[in-house]
Nanobody, 122 residues
Framework: QVRLVESGGGLVQAGGSLRLSCAAF????????MGWYRQAPGKQRELVAT???????NYADSVKGRFTISRDNAEDTIYLQMNSLKPEDTAVYFC????????????????WGQGTPVTVSS
């Protein structure tokens, strides 16, 4: 029903920046809420930032003021601008999308990308 293509992960020093992208390709349903989640080694997957079709956003407290999520509805693409990166931001970052008339800013759907790793060195 949907394919998510992520890019932008990599290695960066503490204090640096990265920009992640996720493009959604669908065959039938419209794209609703999209977002980023991350999972560090030995930890549960956690919400980073989510955004509605209209631009309403939700951020984890740990990234507020440093990360910015945005979307391009014409391209069904979201971005995550990550500034002032910290070693604790190191994780695999996963794109997530809600389809059709369902969407939730606080929890993920079952549609995931494969993830892009982000490593922040101290």
């Amino acid at each position: 029903q949907v394919r998510l293509v992520e890019s932008g992960g990599g290695l960066v020093q503490a204090g640096g920046s990265l920009r992640l992208s996720c493009a959604a390709f669908k065959t039938l349903f419209s794209i609703n809420v999209m977002g980023w989640y991350r999972q560090a080694p030995g930890k549960q997957r956690e919400l980073v930032a989510t955004i509605t079709y209209g631009g309403t956003t939700n951020y984890a407290d740990s990234v507020k003021g440093r990360f910015t999520i945005s979307r391009d509805n014409a391209e069904d693409t979201i971005y995550l601008q990550m500034n002032s990166l910290k070693p604790e931001d190191t994780a695999v970052y996963f794109c997530n999308v809600w389809l059709g008339d369902r969407g939730d800013l606080d929890r993920p759907s079952t549609y995931w990308g494969q993830g892009t790793p982000v490593t922040v060195s101290s």
